[in-house]
């Protein structure tokens, strides 16, 4: 199965310019791609897994990935995608970021293969010496106003406005993908599906400028079948930074993941093979109950984009909460695992009664003896119905954690200091 044959199969392909000439282009000698990424935050989140994983296929399938930063265009703001203007980031600021991306990229490509190694580029190392008069005359001259106007990321902005920077970010990319063509011969820029004004722009560059053959591909904005916004929870955006979203709410989101959208995200995010897939997708039609593609889909990404201890943790973790047996917890699981429950610091020796009032776990007294009693109580993983209990050190996990239950479902967590 030829890269292009893989894409569709995995529905990874949204719009493609001139399919059989890049197919063509493709079976003959080894392509050099890109995609870029702007540093419009510190970290990359879900939602680029896609155009990151892209280039991983196609560097696998014997091509060339560039990773571009967009060190200069995240200094100028991408209206695609977007209803108002971005908030403008100081130079300082991008290129600490522009860092901290370049680092999360490397973790999925790998640049030191003798054979067809990935590359890193940053377009500032362009845009940063372009003067106005060489963009105006060299670069802008290329495009119409009706031209630029009729994109979709631009016309979507018209109603509520666009600023001139934003309304030129569109040449600057197109600048990109014209100095990767005659820079180093890059002939394919993939991206997301809402950079196909971009990327098409870029082809209109390169035709005008040098003649030569240069190709785009789309990969689909990632849709759940609910309706809700792929790649947000309640605490907001799932990031690749495991200081962000440690691994353990990563692979929460995944697993997560509802039946009918499972086979999907099996085939857009893993490395699965056809056969393992038609395999778990005739289990979420037998017996959706098990959800196995989910685990397997958690892992797999976890595993991707965290390493293999950090998914196993993750595993350990959501084994432990549903027995309850939090003992077995390494101090690092515990944070990662009660991140979002309540969480209270508590100093010295504290009576039991006491340190339900104090994590919120019970309204008074009385109701903290009736839980005690009623057996609704368990302290890392152990039942308790001592109402005089005191909770000492050799009660605390990693000699400074409690970790509290109350009923089946509520937890709570207390920290020593």
Not at 287 to 294: D, G, M, V
């Amino acid at each position: 199965m030829n890269i292009l044959e893989e894409l569709q199969y995995r529905g990874l392909i949204q719009q493609l310019t001139d399919e059989e000439g890049l197919a063509k282009k493709l079976s003959e000698e080894p392509v050099v791609l890109y995609a870029g990424f702007d540093p419009t935050a510190d970290s990359l989140h879900i939602g680029h897994l896609l155009p990151v994983l892209c280039l991983k296929r196609f560097q696998m399938a014997g091509h060339l990935p560039i990773a571009l930063v967009g060190g200069g265009t995240g200094l100028i703001g991408d209206p695609s995608g977007r209803s108002t203007e971005r908030s403008l980031n100081t130079q300082d600021v991008v290129e600490e970021w522009t860092e901290k991306l370049k680092g999360q990229l490397s973790r999925f490509l790998d640049f030191e293969s003798g054979v067809n190694p990935a590359r890193m580029a940053n377009n500032y190392n362009w845009l940063g010496d372009l003067n106005v008069i060489t963009f105006l005359r060299d670069i802008g001259k290329n495009f119409s106003v009706n031209y630029m106007l009729a994109k979709d990321s631009v016309d979507s902005r018209l109603s509520n406005g666009i600023s001139f920077t934003e309304f030129s970010y569109m040449i600057l990319q197109a600048y990109d993908f014209y100095r990767m063509n005659t820079d180093i011969n890059c002939s394919l820029q993939v991206g997301g599906s809402d950079q196909w004004g971009n990327i098409t722009a870029g082809l209109e560059l390169i035709g005008k400028s040098t003649g030569n053959k240069a190709f785009g591909l789309t990969m689909p904005l990632v849709t759940k079948s609910d309706g809700s916004k792929f790649g947000k929870t309640a605490g907001g955006a799932v990031w690749l930074d495991p200081d962000k979203t440690s691994p353990y709410q990563f692979y929460q989101f995944w697993i997560n993941t509802h039946d009918n959208d499972v086979v999907k995200f099996l085939k857009y995010f893993t490395f699965l093979s056809r056969d393992e897939i038609s395999r778990l997708e005739a289990q979420v039609n037998e017996s959706p109950e098990k959800r196995e593609a989910q685990r397997v889909l958690a892992k797999e990404v976890t595993e991707l984009v965290h390493g293999q201890e950090a998914a196993e943790s993750a595993i350990k973790i959501s084994e432990v909460l549903f027995s309850g047996n939090v003992s077995i917890l390494t101090g690092k699981e515990i944070e990662d695992a009660f991140q979002d429950v309540p969480s209270t610091e508590v100093s010295g020796e504290i009576s039991l009664i006491d340190l339900l009032l104090a994590v919120k776990a019970a309204p008074s007294k009385r109701q903290a003896k009736q839980d005690i009693e009623s057996g609704a109580v368990s302290l890392n993983g152990t039942k308790v119905t001592e109402l005089d209990k005191s909770l000492q050190q050799s009660d605390l996990l990693e000699g400074k954690y409690i970790v509290i239950r109350r009923g089946k479902r509520n937890y709570y967590l207390a920290k020593f200091v």
